[in-house]
């Protein structure tokens, strides 16, 4: 494992994204239609246009001051800025915005657009020009493809695309062994990737992961509902975090890796937290994971997402791999984050009846707060395992099997300056608020 690997660090890029407002802005004020429309989703759902803007395609002078801010042609005619989090941007003579939604049907129903619907249904990319004018603006749905133009597709492929998405939502999750579970599900994850190449039947899982997810987190339910009624479904995602047990975690990471992801960068909080989280993305698709699994300090020099780790005393990746199982299993997603105007959508949920945890980033660049989180019963017997080994009081057992202990949070998540990056104290702190233990004492004093 390399220096720059384990010490890698992302900067605010205040010029890029002041370069990327005005152009964002010089666009939106040539189509009355979306600017209004990107009024109402912040009004609706919280969400910020900015945050899911696709790409861009812009005149010489647009380009011009994008490349002075940090984009680069990457050697196909596409710019990018790799320092950031910031859209593409192509070059044409009619000036167009494309923005990310889950599903085109939902936009094109949920705003009553008259626009046709380009590329075929459950395709690896469908778009709808939603607000034509002097400037374009679209709607773009993408299952995996990375190119701008829709692709042709036999009806063959769509037939496997839905096998085997309903392959992944109606996946067993619960064996008698974890080593078990983990084999029939990378097997599906192999023949998805086989059959559809790995951008495609990433997209698919993930969109599996997220049903799941929202069966246990009724407030991701509710966010999902708000943002479908504005036409985007989770099209607005940051990351996705996994927890992971120190025994199975190289076998985790492996059924990440098959569908395209890549070690980006590794955290580790100190030696108290008794954590470490590797980050990995998906460059195709940018959509990027957390896997959380406890760790020792000197393990922070080896490649832990590979190597094996020997057992060790149970942080709190561990104990929650015990109660709710692996999360790439029966635990599923600790939880989901995406982005929002962080104010916004926290009054709106408050509305709703819906509080957040204190937040565990507060900078101008970087916010980020969870909900207080949806309690999911836990069988006995593990809470029983894990009393026994000394891991639980007897308290903290009791209360667990009375009051079960929580399972899913939503994330509210504000990037600003196109920050790329983590609040590694930031993470210590609220994952060691949400350590059963910790939680447990702290409801008895």
Not at 27 to 36: I, T
């Amino acid at each position: 494992m390399t220096a720059e690997y384990r010490n890698r660090e992302w900067f605010p890029q205040p010029a890029a994204e002041a370069a990327l407002r005005e152009v964002l802005g010089d666009l939106l004020a040539r189509n009355a239609l979306a600017s209004d429309y990107a009024a109402r989703l912040l009004e609706q759902a919280g969400v910020r246009l900015r945050d899911i803007v696709d790409h861009v395609i812009v005149g010489a002078t647009d380009l011009a001051r994008l490349g002075a801010a940090g984009w680069a042609d990457r050697g196909d005619g596409v710019h990018v800025n790799a320092h950031g989090l910031f859209p593409e941007a192509l070059a044409g003579d009619q000036a167009q915005l494309w923005f990310r939604v889950e599903s085109i049907e939902r936009f094109v129903e949920a705003t009553g657009v008259a626009a046709p619907i380009e590329g075929a249904a459950r395709g690896p990319l469908r778009r709808a020009l939603a607000f034509p004018g002097a400037v374009g603006v679209g709607a773009i749905e993408r299952a995996g493809e990375t190119g701008f133009t829709v692709p042709e597709v036999s009806p063959g492929q769509i037939r496997k695309a839905r096998l085997h998405l309903n392959a992944f939502r109606a996946r067993r999750r619960q064996f008698d062994t974890a080593p078990q579970g983990l084999a029939h599900t990378e097997g599906l994850v192999d023949a998805a990737v086989g059959d559809l190449g790995q951008h495609w039947a990433c997209d698919l899982w993930f969109r599996a992961e997220r049903d799941y997810w929202m069966s246990r987190c009724p407030a991701g339910r509710l966010q999902k509902a708000r943002q479908d009624a504005a036409g985007i479904g989770w099209s607005n995602i940051d990351h996705h975090t996994y927890d992971g047990s120190r025994e199975h975690f190289r076998h985790t990471v492996r059924i990440l890796e098959k569908m395209g992801y890549r070690l980006r960068e590794m955290l580790y909080a100190g030696e108290l937290a008794g954590w470490g989280s590797q980050v990995l993305e998906q460059p195709a698709l940018k959509s990027t994971i957390f896997a959380d699994v406890d760790l020792a300090p000197h393990e922070t020099d080896i490649d832990f997402a590979h190597e094996e780790l020997p057992p060790l005393k149970l942080r709190r990746a561990g104990i929650l791999s015990i109660l709710h199982g692996e999360s790439i299993l029966e635990g599923g997603l600790n939880h989901v984050a995406a982005l929002y105007e962080q104010r916004t959508l926290r009054t709106q949920l408050r509305a709703h009846g819906l509080n957040m945890m204190k937040p565990f980033s507060d900078f101008a660049f970087l916010y980020q707060e969870l909900t207080e989180g949806d309690v999911a019963a836990v069988d006995p017997v593990r809470v029983g395992r894990l009393e026994r080994a000394g891991d639980l009081t007897a308290d903290e057992a009791e209360a667990i099997r009375l009051n079960g202990y929580i399972a899913a949070h939503l994330e509210n998540i504000e990037r600003n300056d196109g920050y790329k990056g983590f609040n590694k104290p930031g993470i210590d702190g609220v994952l060691r608020a949400l350590d059963p233990r910790a939680s447990v004492r702290a409801e008895a004093a």
